[in-house]
């Protein structure tokens, strides 16, 4: 698990600071890879997501220095809280939205949080949920995964999306280079009964290990398959850890990565990854063409860690920007809004 550091608010806004990971998450890994035109490998894929079951383990399990039992159920499971770094170690990140079972209230009626897509049955209705909730989301990852498909995708205007458990497909049935085995873990996760998943996500994890067998990666192979598929980014990173180091700077490491050039010269040329190349664009005007009104940028994009740069950039020369995860976000922001620029991730299908 990502580890927090500190958090409180500044100049209004409120903060984590966390562990920087150095690495990419689970949805920027899926894109890549199709992109390539292939599946992240079935090994990779399972330990992963047993890497991400053991963490949340951890969570579900966790006592206090006092020998209390404080048992943490995360809530939002999805794509972009599943980090893999390039050393091949996978950190569940974000329990921004994490709830400790017993010591706070339910949740306000008609209040759902979590990731649309990720979330069980019983989350969306708003009930009070445990550990099987997550498996239900690792579940929900490990079948995307194995298929390379959304498995509840996004309805129009917004709605949200139909989890139906006797609708799901069987991810050996889809594909048949999918072991039976394997599917047949995530099915059982996708259960819609609570009762009917795995008990824990321990036993989750040691369900796919058996499943996967010698197939499963090791670290070092996972590690291999992400120099391969993000070797550009790797090196850019250790560029930018170089350069905040010699700053003394470590606390902002995103920002850094995104202000090392690919090639001397031009920040542009060859650039992989437009999540970087978009904030490297962005050279603010002299401060004496700044106008007294600040200008309002709306940002669109699905990696938050991107929107963080453009907000901590972009806000060093009197620049606001409202982040929108979602499409269907930023119409609302527009509908409300008129902004001096928008700008778009080109990665994102929507």
């Not at 499971?77 to 939205?97: E, L, T």
């Not at 991107?306 to 499409?327: F, T, Y």
Request: hydrophobic share 45%; with cysteine.
């Amino acid at each position: 698990i990502a580890q927090v550091y500190d958090l409180g608010h500044d100049d209004g806004a409120l903060y984590l600071s966390m562990e920087f990971v150095p690495g990419e998450d689970l949805g920027r890994i899926r894109k890549v890879a199709a992109k390539k035109g292939t599946l992240p490998p079935l090994g990779f894929s399972t330990m992963v997501v047993r890497d991400a079951l053991n963490a949340l383990n951890h969570a579900h399990t966790y006592v206090d220095g006092a020998g209390n039992p404080v048992p943490i159920v995360h809530r939002d499971v999805s794509p972009r809280n599943v980090m893999v770094s390039y050393a091949g170690a996978v950190k569940v990140i974000d329990f921004g939205i994490a709830k400790i079972w017993g010591r706070h209230g339910k949740t306000g009626a008609g209040i759902v949080k979590g990731s649309m897509g990720y979330m069980s049955p019983g989350q969306l209705r708003g009930d009070v949920v445990d550990a099987r909730s997550d498996v239900f989301a690792a579940s929900v990852l490990l079948h995307e995964l194995l298929v390379g498909k959304r498995l509840f995708p996004a309805r129009p205007g917004g709605a949200a999306p139909l989890v139906d458990s006797a609708a799901i497909g069987a991810p050996a049935d889809l594909d048949a280079s999918v072991p039976r085995a394997l599917s047949d873990v995530a099915m059982k996760g996708l259960a819609a009964a609570p009762a009917d998943r795995w008990r824990t996500a321990r036993e989750m994890a040691r369900a796919l290990e058996q499943a996967a067998g010698p197939v499963l990666f090791d670290h070092e192979q996972a590690a291999a398959y992400m120099r391969a598929l993000f070797h550009e980014n790797l090196e850019r990173t250790r560029a930018a850890v170089q350069l905040a180091s010699e700053r003394g700077d470590t606390g902002k490491l995103r920002a850094a990565i995104a202000s090392v050039p690919e090639e001397p010269g031009d920040p542009l040329s060859g650039s992989s990854d437009p999540d970087a190349a978009t904030v490297r664009a962005m050279t603010p005007p002299p401060k004496n063409e700044i106008a007294k009104k600040r200008p309002l940028v709306v940002a669109v994009d699905d990696s938050a860690a991107s929107l963080a740069v453009l907000k901590l950039q972009l806000g060093r020369h009197d620049i606001d920007v409202v982040g929108c995860s979602s499409p269907h976000e930023a119409l609302e922001v527009l509908g409300a809004s008129t902004p001096d620029a928008v700008l778009l991730d080109v990665m994102m299908p929507e």
